[in-house]
């Protein structure tokens, strides 16, 4: 992985003097000590102060020259989920479009519903932030920016944390970078998430990158040298270095294409930049003159450039010593928009009031608009997020119509899908299809270069079959809207007799809910334009009852929670201070103080009935020093005492409670508490395979084992056990270190 260099608030500072005036210099320096005083007291899992965090992302967007608004916006970020700050104080002090970047990036934080899995919850945060995205796209860059450094930071998280942060990032963080055209943080992003989902491959192609180094070195050096010779003929400017290489599309390679590490091309690869377009088409002549081209390894994206707006020839030629060599060529505005993307082109000029301004060459970028028409057209969220990783990350084909127009289409689209992408009317009273002048079926895949007409009659409507034919959402969704018109007065009629059945069956009154301010926030929160089409939508099965009498009734469950909540946290805070009955005589102890057995086998002084669960961070377990610690409106966490997120903060706040342990010791069968556990030694031979035996012979279960090794063969691995108590993980510790070549054996602190 790359070298990370944290940055210091005065060097984002040196790096927005470059290009902002003095107003807009003091306007960051504004938020930096806005976010400081927020974020006091806050520590991230590394144990560092929490404003390194949003230092780092603001950091990142000032070396991408974004506008003052931006760069106060990754300061701010995280402001208003994690501290007392509300987006309205944003907007108070730094303006709409600071608040409504911060929004955007500010993920959802509680789950609204308790029938929700974590996976709808992960698709709704998913969908809110890609739709703040699409009206702003300044709220992506904040968003890559804060993911980058999260990546780096992963190490202090536990591992299957990292996994699932890292597969997030591959599915839709590192798609996203690619679609905007931000190499730079593109191939960090892939490169990182592979090194937490596969150590072993990525060290493997690290070390057999490094095993060569010396002699692809010196090949690429002979190669520079002979081309630089040629290009002086020229008479034009250039310059020419060896290109970067990246591990993930390396393993891609690997994996897709089946190939050996020796048989990838573009290992050896070198990049010239030169002024001008003509300069480009020179150069390539003269790379072509000296060696031969490899057939089929030429690409122009000049000419046609990739849709996130990427221009570099691209060729592979026969070099040196018969070695395949790729050569780019691009101009300096190309390699700007080829690392920055979308950034290249918000340019912000000192001194100009209007934060950023548009060029023409980012309108290139269609994905916005895709995103915005699916959010009309896709009510659920996990459909939603499967359509933009099918319509919008997924591979890509490029078509033309007859007069030459560019059109990007997912891989494996049909003439359809191109129909309907040229217009909903284009595709409705589509009949058939020409393909390069010849008739083709309907459901014929378009290749890349296909020249596509479509051949319509004003009398023809879609067909049913035509739902499965097509390939990407948006055509099946216009062909779903058709049908669903045709019936919609029933469809609406229906759709309210369920609403009003369901609101009887939980003993409301639907004339109560069922009026005009109510329902009119359900179809705000749902994306439907009114209530007729609400309704339709009920009657038709898009959407359920359930989930839109859940929206209407939110005031009145929101007011049953808090109350329930405000009169739980009073009876935590107050406890200690209440006499109430004894629930067993074995508890009273000698000064007094009653325990009140809980299920879970944890007592705490003095109340009953209350929230009460284990902290993840340090996962106590019978035995341990424990303490709890009162959350608002969500009861008590126990940690252990030792753990790092109980500072001295959460003491000052009075927010710990006592709490002890019930009957430690007495249940020697079952083992219902996990237990972090690091170990660290020589990666031998069946080193891996010694400590699960050893695992497997002390403990019924393994939760979880991940390791990784490092170029001196030492191994760290995590696992995590369940235990009885601190007796037990103790005995599972002790085998552990009586292994061959095992150095060290700790509890894990994450």
Not at 22 to 31: L, N, R, S
Not at 129 to 153: G, P, Q, S, W
Not at 401 to 430: N, Q, R
Request: contains cysteine.
């Amino acid at each position: 992985m790359s070298k990370y260099v944290e940055m210091t608030h005065d060097e984002v500072l040196a790096a927005c003097k470059k290009y902002m005036n003095e107003e807009h210099v003091a306007f960051v320096e504004k938020a930096y000590a806005f976010a400081k005083d927020a974020h006091e007291g806050q520590f991230r899992e590394s144990g560092q102060p929490y404003i390194i965090h949003p230092t780092q992302v603001a950091g990142t967007l000032a070396s991408l020259g974004l506008d003052p608004d931006t760069v106060a916006a990754g300061y701010l970020h995280d402001t208003v989920e994690d501290t007392p700050v509300n987006n309205e104080d944003i907007k108070k002090e730094f303006g709409k479009d600071v608040a409504f970047i911060v929004e955007g990036v500010t993920k959802l934080k509680k789950i609204k519903y308790k029938s929700k899995t974590h996976e709808e919850y992960l698709a709704d945060n998913h969908r809110k932030m890609l739709i703040a995205m699409a009206k702003d796209l300044r709220v992506i860059m904040v968003k890559l920016a804060d993911r980058l450094h999260n990546m780096h930071t992963l190490d202090h998280l536990r591992p299957d944390k990292q996994r699932r942060i890292a597969d997030e990032t591959l599915d839709i963080y590192a798609p996203l970078a690619d679609r905007l055209g931000i190499g730079t943080i593109k191939w960090e992003l892939e490169d990182m998430s592979l090194h937490y989902l596969n150590p072993q491959q990525y060290y493997r192609i690290v070390n057999l990158m490094q095993s060569k180094r010396s002699e692809r070195e010196r090949y690429i050096s002979s190669a520079i040298s002979t081309l630089k010779a040629n290009l002086d003929d020229l008479g034009i400017k250039y310059e020419i270095f060896g290109r970067p290489k990246h591990i993930y599309s390396i393993y891609k390679k690997m994996v897709n294409k089946h190939k050996e590490f020796s048989e990838i091309y573009d290992l050896l690869a070198v990049r010239v930049i030169v002024k001008t377009v003509r300069d480009c088409y020179a150069v390539l002549g003269a790379v072509h003159t000296k060696w031969t081209p490899m057939p089929g390894r030429f690409k122009d994206y000049i000419a046609v450039p990739k849709a996130n707006g990427y221009q570099s020839l691209h060729t592979t030629i026969i070099g040196p010593g018969g070695k395949p060599l790729e050569i780019q060529i691009r101009t300096e505005k190309m390699h700007q928009i080829a690392e920055y993307g979308v950034a290249a082109h918000w340019a912000y000029k000192e001194g100009v009031q209007t934060a950023v301004a548009e060029t023409p060459s980012s309108k290139k970028i269609d994905m916005f608009r895709e995103i915005l028409e699916l959010q009309d057209e896709t009510k659920d969220s996990h459909e939603f997020m499967n359509s933009v990783k099918t319509d919008i990350f997924s591979d890509r084909v490029y078509v033309f119509t007859p007069k030459g127009d560019v059109y990007e289409l997912p891989k494996g689209s049909v003439p359809l899908d191109f129909g309907y992408m040229i217009h909903s009317e284009v595709g409705a009273h589509s009949v058939g299809a020409k393909v390069n002048d010849k008739i083709v079926p309907l459901d014929y895949q378009l290749k890349n270069g296909d020249v596509v007409e479509m051949l319509t009659q004003s009398s023809a409507t879609p067909s049913r079959d035509w739902i499965k034919l097509v390939k990407t959402s948006s055509a099946r969704n216009k062909i779903k809207r058709f049908f669903k018109s045709e019936d919609r007065e029933k469809n609406i009629e229906k759709g309210i007799e369920l609403v009003e059945q369901e609101l009887q069956t939980r003993g409301l009154l639907s004339k109560t809910y069922m009026d005009k301010s109510h329902v009119n926030t359900v179809i705000e929160h749902f994306n439907y334009h009114n209530e007729e089409e609400l309704f339709a939508a009920a009657g038709f099965g898009e959407i359920s009852p359930a989930s839109i009498v859940n929206r209407l009734t939110q005031d009145l469950r929101k007011r049953e929670e808090n109350e329930r909540k405000r009169q739980l946290e009073a009876e935590i805070m107050n406890a200690g201070q209440q006499k109430i009955n004894p629930v067993s005589e074995k508890h009273e102890s000698s000064n007094g103080v009653m325990y009140i057995k809980h299920n879970n086998g944890v007592m705490i002084q003095g109340v009953s009935d209350l929230m009460l669960r284990l902290a993840k961070c340090c996962n106590p377990v019978p035995g341990d020093e424990i303490v709890g610690y009162v959350t608002k409106g969500r009861g008590v966490t126990v940690h252990r005492a030792d753990c790092r997120n109980i500072n001295g903060v959460a003491k000052s706040q009075g927010r710990l409670i006592e709490v002890a342990w019930e009957n430690v010791g007495e249940n020697n069968t079952a083992e219902n508490f996990n237990a972090d556990i690091e170990i660290y030694g020589f990666s031998r031979s069946k080193f891996l395979s010694d400590v699960i035996n050893a695992l497997n012979s002390k403990t019924k279960n393994i939760i979880n084992i991940s390791g990784k090794t490092d170029n001196n063969n030492m191994a760290h691995i995590y696992a995590t056990v369940s235990v009885r108590d601190t007796a037990h993980l103790e005995e599972i510790m002790g085998r552990l270190r009586d292994i061959a070549n095992v150095y060290e054996v700790k509890r894990s602190v994450n």
